[in-house]
């Protein structure tokens, strides 16, 4: 069984930073691609940004250029650093990680960017 564990959300200005975490464990022995959802209230859940086993990249419009999606194989983690970080950001952000054919997902982790 796969367990997410994320972490590093919060309450941040306009203009600020955060990186968040998000650790997998678990029977793994070779993770595909990962990456981050945001969902945010009276929203549907959108894809933030993406990352293949070969480290190729893909982002929203919205949040290229601001974010930066990174992954540690060793220790199973995907980061997204936020940059730049604007209200509209604000959301529950969701990781994943595709493995043996099938994603799983985090629980989730709260983002709030004030004016």
């Known amino acids: 069984q796969v367990q997410l564990v994320e972490s590093g959300g919060g309450l941040v200005q306009t203009g600020g930073s955060l990186r968040l975490s998000c650790a997998a464990s678990?029977?793994?022995?070779?993770?595909?691609?990962m990456g981050w959802y945001r969902q945010a209230p009276g929203k549907q859940r959108e894809a933030v940004a993406g990352?293949?086993?070969?480290?190729?990249?893909n982002y929203a419009d919205s949040v290229k250029g601001r974010f930066t999606i990174s992954r540690d194989n060793a220790k199973n983690t995907v980061y997204l650093q936020m940059n730049s970080l604007k209200p509209e950001d604000t959301a529950v952000y969701y990781c994943?990680?595709?493995?043996?054919?099938?994603?799983?997902w985090g629980q989730g982790t709260q983002v709030t960017v004030s004016s």
């Open positions: 994943y990680i595709d493995f043996v054919g099938r994603r799983s």
């Open positions: 990352i293949t086993i070969g480290g190729s990249t």
């Open positions: 678990g029977s793994i022995f070779r993770i595909d691609g």
